[in-house]
């Protein structure tokens, strides 16, 4: 799966608004220099453009996706199925490690019902963890790689016996 960064927020402290911008640094094992969550858990959080579209027409009306309160949002990949994979924005890599869930913010400033509408089908996005640093730009590329899961890693290859 193959998609853009199509969006960047920072999140300057909790509950403050969302500050657009068109670059920001990773810092590996540690997040978005500039965001609250920096030294966290969910180092990152990612959201989907089709995900955040899906639930605006459930909702019943466009929303600027800067209410999700995500740094990142991307299009053209299925985040849901990403969970457990490495999803690498440019140059960065990121384990995504779960589903975010939406909390009680997302029905703030009128918004009632737009928390309901995000949790249907994991359209909250997800989080992770930096696992490599660099800049992250809008527009850059960002893809999927499958990591296989735990216990069924390929076997190795086995020599022929002989007779």
């Known amino acids: 799966m193959t998609g853009t960064i199509e ?22 094992d ?7 969550a920096f030294g966290g858990r969910r180092q990152i959080t990612i959201l989907s453009r089709e995900a955040w579209d899906s639930a605006c027409h459930t909702f019943g009306s466009a929303l600027d996706p800067r209410f999700r309160r995500a740094n990142v949002m991307i299009a053209g ?17 990121v384990a995504i490690t779960g589903e975010t869930r939406p909390c009680e913010l997302m ?10 509408a995000l949790r249907e089908g994991q ?6 963890r930096i696992l490599n640093g660099g800049e992250l730009r809008v527009g850059m590329t960002c893809r999927v790689i499958a990591k296989p899961m735990a216990g069924k890693e390929p076997l190795p290859p086995t020599q022929p016996q002989s007779l």
């Not at 540690?30 to 609250?36: E, M, S, Y």
């Not at 359209?123 to 992770?128: A, H």
């Open 123 to 128: 359209r909250g996005g997800v989080y992770g």
């Open 77 to 93: 990949v299925d985040l849901a199925a990403a969970i457990g994979c490495e999803l690498h924005l440019g140059l960065v890599r």
């Open 30 to 36: 540690q997040g978005l220099v500039g965001d609250h």
């Open 107 to 116: 029905d703030d400033h009128g918004h009632l019902g737009l928390q309901a």
């Open 7 to 28: 969006a960047i927020w920072l999140r300057p402290a909790a509950r403050s608004p969302v500050e657009a911008v068109t670059h920001a640094t990773a810092i590996a």
